[in-house]
């Protein structure tokens, strides 16, 4: 059982999101209510991963997802479960998930249906049989003004800076849940014995600077020239020391480490994904939320990614995101060379 200490509060997450929503006037218990149902399926959720060899959820599913990839059968658990979870809540009016073609329309005509929540239920899930961390990832937006429910669309292509909140679950060697309500990024580790999320990362910040950058280098020759020439700017020292490479291939692994440790983490433009892979809405946006209210930086190559305007729900986006160092010299050697081009 995890020991409050000195340096940290023993609360949970829901203690923890109670005394967040007080900045929000009149958000009357909703935050906690949608953070529940988050809580509670990404809970099932890592139960599941966690036994994943032991009981019939490994391998495919057999069906293809509206990404064209197989879907592995923890894939479709997690979408369900999370599904039902946050459907319970009154406040939610649409969900949108990586596994569905088209957002789902929840509590029809409810005058509470205020939010919808656009998530991933299990990225890096082509990692799951390797035993190699995966994570859920989530963003919250509000109903913009005037908007129906049957307007679905409206409700979720809206800009990342319009997020009132973001998180993920990395279930890794132990399970952390990282969000954010706007006021500084928070980790939780779930303590199996309690079964409860634990104030464990109180007010993250990205390191300045870091030690790694994190890019799938096999894909080099068809990145934008200036990409590959800044990760040699990077190994040379130019920055003050020779980066090491870590590159997991789950992008909330590599992500949580990036937080964490500093550093700068890339999928860049590619031939076979001229777009970047990542998708805007629920991979690129919540991580660019985090990444910023913990004092780094997010673009896509060209300009911030909370600022892009989403024009269709699985749209795709490079991504850079990392410490303020690394992307400022990003920006610099890359984005105004380019701009000179
Ligand atoms: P690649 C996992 O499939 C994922 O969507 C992200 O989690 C990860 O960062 C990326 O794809 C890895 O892609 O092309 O390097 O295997």
Redesign the pocket.
């Known amino acids: 059982m995890s020991e409050p200490s000195a340096a940290v509060p023993f609360l949970t997450v829901q203690q923890h999101i109670v005394e967040e929503q007080k900045r929000f006037p009149g958000s009357s218990g909703e935050f906690s209510s949608l953070l529940s149902g988050i809580t509670m399926a990404t809970k099932m959720i890592q139960d599941k991963v966690r036994r994943a060899g032991l009981s019939d959820i490994l391998g495919e599913h057999g069906d293809i997802n509206v990404q064209g990839?197989r879907q592995q059968k923890l894939d479709v658990y997690s979408n369900e479960v999370l599904i039902h979870f946050l459907g319970l809540r009154d406040s939610v009016g649409i969900l949108a998930s990586e596994e569905n073609e088209n957002p789902m329309i929840v509590h029809q005509g409810s005058k509470d249906a205020n939010y919808a929540i656009v998530f991933?239920p299990l990225?890096?899930?082509?990692?799951i049989d390797v035993n190699v961390s995966?994570?859920t990832t989530f963003s919250i937006l509000r109903r913009p003004s005037g908007v129906e429910l049957d307007d679905s669309d409206a409700w979720v292509l809206q800009p990342g800076n319009k997020q009132v909140a973001a998180g993920y679950v990395v279930y890794g060697s132990s399970t952390i849940l990282v969000y954010s309500v706007g006021n500084g990024v928070h980790g939780f580790t779930l303590d199996p014995s309690l079964g409860a999320y634990i104030l464990s990362h109180p007010n993250m910040r990205m390191p300045d600077q870091g030690p790694y950058y994190s890019v799938?280098e096999?894909?080099r020759d068809t990145f934008p020239p200036r990409y590959g020439e800044y990760i040699d700017r990077l190994r040379s020292g130019v920055l003050g020391h020779k980066y090491a490479s870590r590159?997991?291939?789950?992008?909330?692994?590599?992500f949580h480490r990036t937080l964490l440790k500093g550093g700068v983490?890339l999928?860049p433009p590619?031939e076979s994904?001229p777009q970047g892979?990542?998708?805007l809405l629920y991979?690129a946006n919540p991580i660019a939320f985090l990444a910023e209210q913990a004092g780094g930086m997010a673009i896509d190559g060209e300009r911030r990614v909370l600022d892009i305007q989403p024009t269709s729900i699985h749209q795709r986006t490079p991504l850079v995101v990392g410490s303020r160092v690394e992307l400022a010299d990003f920006e610099r050697f890359v984005c105004q060379a380019e701009t000179k081009a």
């Open positions: 990839e991933d990225d890096g899930s082509s990692n995966v994570g799938n096999a894909y590159y997991i291939g789950s992008m909330v692994a590599d983490f999928y590619t994904n892979k990542l998708r991979e």
